[in-house]
């Protein structure tokens, strides 16, 4: 099964969307990687390349993150790492997280997961 990390600036805000993405998609591989290692605000190259670790298989890791420094430091790791299976997805990070694990639980390959992901990025939650 492809795993999903979550990168924000926040480990409050990680574990919250790791916990929404568990309500839809209970078996999902995923781990976060929010804040700093004091508990602060901010983003932690060794959180993320941890949360990275913890969650990689031979299917694939998606990396999900809010912004700025967040996305950043992960592409940073990911062009570090010089593997192909480790992939960031371009997208709203609640919405593209929550349908990244349903597709991933669901047996969708690496390529896939990160398509339904950036999916997201149109969606409109208002219609007027």
């Known amino acids: ?35 700093m290692e004091d508990g602060g605000f901010g983003t932690s190259y060794a959180r993320i390349t941890a949360a990275i670790d913890s969650v990689c298989s031979a299917d694939g890791v998606v990396v999900l993150a809010d912004a700025g420094s967040s996305v950043l430091t992960a592409e940073t790791i990911i062009e ?3 593997s192909s299976r480790v992939r960031m997805a371009d997208c709203p990070i609640v919405e593209g997280s929550v349908v990244a694990a349903i597709a991933a639980v669901c047996g969708a390959d690496l390529d896939e ?16």
């Open 113 to 128: 997961v990160v398509r339904r992901a950036e999916e997201t990025r149109g969606t409109c939650k208002i219609y007027n």
């Open 80 to 82: 570090e790492m010089r």
């Open 1 to 35: 099964m492809v795993g999903l990390v979550i990168v924000t600036h926040s480990a409050v805000l990680a574990h919250g969307i790791a916990e929404t993405c568990r309500m839809m998609a209970k078996d999902a591989h995923i781990a976060t990687a929010g804040g």
